[in-house]
């Protein structure tokens, strides 16, 4: 009897909660650590990246309106579908790594599952530890609590392909930002399986995009763009980084990216509720009292 | 001329089918992760106060039971759950969270059926808040860090958790949820009225695989009860009920080194300005006392309205008062369900016909009650006095008394004449008048311009003889942790 022949999957961007091939057409090969060809993923191109900004934009008020509870819960949602496919998450890390082996890939998933679940449950707890009453000297009502950013642009980390970039993406979802990533551009195909699973977890579309290609063309277009309203270049080199710096500046866009520290990615110190405020604004209420 | 309207139109029957709930004749106590029979021997009937009828038979633990309870949480506490990190602590709670949302209905309906609340409340209110305060608690366990600064939180130890019978299952998550976050063992034990849902709450606990003793269910009454808070073993009791036990549980753990929270009685104020929306107003207040047959620590028991709109707002209560809905409460147009009990249902009578006696005058609407099961129709008393025992007294039923008020100054002082302090209600378009009231009211949660929301985020629990210690949110950490440096 002969082998069964594989049905082989088509990597695709991840845009407005489609999975769409890049206007431009293009396309790039992906390989794995032994230069064997794993997929041809999509070579995105600057109209990509501005028509993910736009979907990110339209579906951020909404994704903010939801209860932190129900955030929550699409958050911890994510984990149960990403723990479904564990093995599929797996291999796709061995595939593409560096020396990775089984038992590491299958650790780099498990972390990955297990940072969502951590994230979960700030939705509803990180406005109690990050905002507050403030006793203003006077007869006021003084309440500041964190609120998400708008839209956020998302450099992600060259490798590992997994658990970097689930690091770098919860924090900023959780609180009710929505986010344009651009995947690792020498192993993207974990980030477009991660796609997968997101859009199965009731995460709104728009919420996550994922765009893939080659990031000297992806992260000016990304860092320049007026409606992103922070960064996270942690998945830039020094030279980049400090271009997309620069050009962000122009539109008063804060950057943040990871400390070296944060970058120790199995470690408790790369998760924080400090990064789910890194994207919040504080906004303050007051309010007189007096009869 | 249109024609005529018939506008007497009546709802048909809405049952919810008792389909998904599969009772035993007799239950056991889940001890060590096992179903055992009671040391005692003893059962006791519990009954569904809708019919009369009894659901099953539970057992009813002794001192020997009590003990072999503590035995199990303390053998789990040491052999294990303490250590257990955070994150996995989480993960157990996460599961219990998702195994009660997807019973939920199943849960909603033995909720309904053994304390009498109606089912559109035990599946709207009862049953989703449970689960979301596993769910919001589960994601304490692995930020216990963060939630304390400067101070590391440790376990306490064994809890012994005593709950009432208003809110059976609800009232169990808020105990469990961050006893269990917190790494603490439990011993929890339902009311003796209401005990089936924890008992099934118990098979939900297993299907999770909460490790053995980890949380132990023991059934009984008042001696029970006693047992437990005495034990030994207990490193800390936590007790949802009445003031008069409150202070019985507060003496016997007097200087005994156990740590202790109370979640009492009240008598809550909801206080009406004249520019506050009226038609709101009306809603609000009907929810804040009618809300479960008023058998609510919290209920808006007391009505204070301003003397310019008292009439409107009485009048309006009044129209409103006629539309509830009193009966079955299994059928899902109930707007009151069943008492509790025959003899919660003598206290209401006791004390509504007190209100007549001392000179209040009584409105209820005419509606036909069940012939079966323990009924109260909802109540309203005007013309009553600060000094009337209906404005002084917790009720626990449908019972409103309205009290007038002038000045801002004067609603302040009534609000807060009682030795009570749970929960305040203010009705005013004016923020600045809002912020004014919720800064003097001597209550541990103040609803502005709504009534009776509770959320796992938000703080709940008592000043004065209301209790102390916080159920909810950050402060709802607090009971369960040792802060060390």
Known sequence: MSERLAVNKTYKQFIGGAFERSESGRSYPVVGAGGELLAHAVQGSRKDVRDAVVAARSAQEVWAGRTAYNRGQILYRVAEVMESRRGEFAAEVARAGDGCDGSMAAAETAAAIDRWVWYAGWADKFATVLGGANPVAGPYFNLSVPEPVGVVGIVAPGEPPLLPLVSRLAPVIVSGNSAVVLASERCPLAAVTLAETLALSDVPAGVVNIVTGHRDELVPPLAGHAAVDSLDLTGCGAEQGADAARQAAATITRVVSASTAERQWFDEAAQSPYLIDAFCETKTVWHPKGR | ??????????????????????????????????????????????????????????????????????????????????????????????????????????????????????????????????????????????????????????????????????????????????????????????????????????????????????????????????????????????????????????????????RLTLELGGKAANIVFEDAALDQVTEGIVNGIYFNGGQVCCAGARLLVQESVADAVVGKLRRRMDTLRVGDPLDKNTDIGAINSQAQLDRIAELVAAGVAEGAELYAPQCELPER???????????????????????????????????????????????????????????????????????????????????????FGGYRESGHGREGGRAGLLPYVELVA
């Open chain 2, 1 to 258: 001329m249109p024609p005529a309207v018939d506008f007497s139109l009546d709802y048909a029957p809405a049952p919810e089918s008792t389909a998904p709930v599969r009772l035993a004749a007799q239950y056991g106590l889940f001890v060590g992760g096992e179903m055992v029979e009671p040391a005692s021997g003893r059962l006791a009937a519990t009954t569904n106060p809708a019919t009369g009828e009894k659901l099953a038979e539970v057992s009813v633990a002794d001192a020997a039971d009590v003990d072999r309870a503590v035995a199990a949480a303390r053998s789990a506490w040491e052999g294990g759950w303490r250590d257990l990190p955070g994150a996995e602590r989480a993960k157990y709670l996460y599961r219990v969270a998702r195994l009660l949302q997807e019973r939920a209905r199943e849960f909603a309906v033995l909720e309904t059926m053994d304390g009498g609340k109606p089912i559109r409340e035990s599946r709207d209110l009862d049953i989703p808040l449970a689960a979301a305060h596993f769910f919001y608690y589960a994601g304490w366990a692995d930020k216990l860090d963060y939630a304390f600064s400067g101070r590391r939180a440790a376990p306490v130890g064994v809890a012994a958790q005593i709950i009432p019978w208003n809110f059976p299952l609800l009232m169990a998550a808020w105990k469990l949820a961050p006893a269990l976050a917190c790494g603490n063992t439990v011993v929890l034990k339902p009311a003796p009225t209401t005990p089936l849902t924890a008992l099934l709450l118990a098979e939900v606990l297993r299907d999770a695989d909460v490790p053995a003793g980890v949380v132990n269910i023991i059934t009984g009454g008042d001696a029970t009860g006693a047992a437990l808070v005495a034990h030994p073993g207990v490193d800390k009791v936590a007790f949802t009920g009445s003031t008069e036990v409150g202070r019985a549980i507060g003496a016997e753990v007097a200087a005994t080194g156990k």
């Open chain 2, 373 to 459: 099961g323990f009924f109260h129709p909802p109540v309203l008393f005007t013309n009553v006095s600060t000094a009337h025992r209906i404005a002084r007294e917790e009720i626990f039923g449908p019972v409103l008394s309205v009290l007038t008020f002038r000045t801002a100054t004067e609603a302040v002082a009534k609000a807060n004449n009682t030795p009570y302090g749970l929960s305040a209600g203010i009705w005013t378009e004016k923020g600045s008048r809002l912020l004014w009231m919720a800064d003097r009211m001597q209550a541990g949660v103040v609803w502005a311009n709504t009534f009776n929301r509770f959320d796992p985020a938000s703080p």
